[in-house]
């Protein structure tokens, strides 16, 4: 018991201590975790023989990470991808697989040792790279969104590579039955499994059962055991978990949710397959179930703590003697994969026209190797297909490969920085569609985008200010890049079948010249367009526009009323005043509309400016009236109407109102009718 809570005492020391400033320093998680592994094990010498038996319990956190992964992977979304999926993936996964077999061969190694290098090393550190794109706002750029791609191809790969590594094995080099390395990670006691268990005897035994069956009851057993996952995972979960959350007690759905991955690993062991396989499946089976967030929040912890201890296994069992030993050789090796990843990659994207900025994010950011390399290398040794000696010096390329990610990220800033200057940065490649556009993400098309999405609405946001972009990306806004005046653009963001465009540009033609377009190409779209001044209301009025919102008014009405209460306004005088100064500005505005002439400047347009003069009269006059009138019939014990009453109009015609617009300056809304004299908010 003691022995344990030193262990437990010991890693999650170096946990808690390594993981923070490596996370600070830029090099992620992952690194943190290896760093303190090699802190407690060579340097320190603080751990020693006995990680490698607990390695095959932290190996489980693969497995959960795979059955999360699943959960991710909607079976539409997938479809949605496929093209990304199968060729940009694909083609990197096979020509990096090709070509380092091909280098592994060229070096001696027998075929199966050189395929299974190959797939090793064709993986790449989806932990790092995500984590570091999510950091610089970069997920959602046409090179964040291809590097995804590839990962999560990766991530889907790694399935039938743990399936394939078995039958790799050298006969020679077997020298125990290969029993699957996975299937340790639950039987296998704290003596390394000698004598084994009652469990596991159980499940050797049920294995055995198959072993001398005809190839079709075989094939029968394990399409019946994928079909019971499938069907259980669609049909049996619901009720049970329905079941659970009538209890109300967290900690047995917590129970539930283990029990359902472990009782998938068993059933994967029992029938030969890979436990990661099943789980996998498992994850996409749910991932459309309403538990799935619940699910997802339970398994984390789990998966979270079981990869950091197996990263920290990993790299308490880094030998730096032999480091030492062979540093010109790693150090060679490293760079050698590095390049030739980063070569495959180059010409992918070039392939798929993944060019400029994104395209080095593409190639630098995957050219090292990743975390699930450990979990093959380790998988590779423990079923006789690669020797500890190789998979020692093998685990070493990758660590050290991994060390060097953040220094390609800083590479492809400072290429970006230098192409930036030589060449325009190229349009965002819009993958999603929504029933509303919104073109401009200043603060009004922020506010307008958040209000949309608070109550349902998908939206698809176009901006062409490309820092703007990356800098919301990192609080989550997601946008594309590209000049939303264009019709292409606009075609690409689904300007077809949306029902709605906002118009939100900071130039006033190109805000004219959209609603040109879009009201005469596209008619069913309702066009709601922001003005900067009256001159802009009767610009976009003549270009089609019917609602249009100047984006001082409201919040400046709203400025005032508030002013006529701390002058000691009753309320009610402020919202009446409010409210008529609207109605009276919608209709001088009509007037104004026909004097307007788009040669002149209002200031030149004599006619227009003494009409300006009489309307300012008028209003002034009728406003006086309005407050004698309100000294007289103002009942003192008004109170304000509910919310959903404060922006009616006596006449009930909803017309205006103080639009609570937040008091931004790009804040409120109101309709305009088709009468310019409308158009005033």
Known sequence: METFLYQAFVYLVAAVVMVPIAKRLGLGSVLGYLIAGMVIGPILGIVGAETQDLQHYAEFGVVMMLFLIGLEMEPRALWGMRHRLLGLGGLQI???????TVAALAMGLYWSVALAVGLTFSLSSTAIVMQTLGEKGLTRTDGGRATFSVLLT?????????????????????????QAALSDIIFTAGDGGAGGGTGEEVVEEAASMLDGQPGWIVTL????????IVGGGHFLTRPMFSFLALAKLPEIFTAAALLLVIGIALLMIVVGLSPALGTFLAGVVLANSEYRHELEADIEPFKGLLLGLFFI???AGMNFELFAQQAFLV????????ALKAGVLFGLARLFRIRGSAGWLFTLSLAQAGEFGFVLLSFTTQNAVIPGDLGLTLSMIVTLSMLLTPALFIAHDRLSAIGSADEPVEDDEIDEVGPVIIAGLGRFGQVVNRMLLANGHKTVVLDHHNELISDLRRFGVRAFFGDPSRPELLMAAGIRDARVIVIAVDDRDASVKMVDYVTREHPHVHVVARAYDREHVYRLYAAGAR???RETFDSSVRAGRYAMLAMGHHPFEAERAARMYVKQDRSDLADLARLWDP?????????YADKAREINQRLNESMMGLRRSLHVKAERSWTPPPVGDVFADDDGDNDGGDNDGGGDADAGTAAAPADPAQAGD
């Open 94 to 100: 096979a020509l990096t697989t090709l070509l380092i």
């Open 154 to 178: 990766q991530d889907i790969a790694v399935i039938p590579m743990l399936a394939l590594i078995p039958l790799l094995a050298a006969p020679e080099m077997m020298g125990g039955g290969g």
């Open 221 to 228: 057993v394990v399409l019946g055991s994928v079909g019971v």
């Open 313 to 315: 296994t990993v790299g």
């Open 331 to 338: 150090v060679g090796l490293t760079l050698g994969l590095m």
């Open 547 to 549: 609602d249009i919102v």
């Open 599 to 607: 040669e002149l400047s209002m200031f030149e347009n004599e006619a």
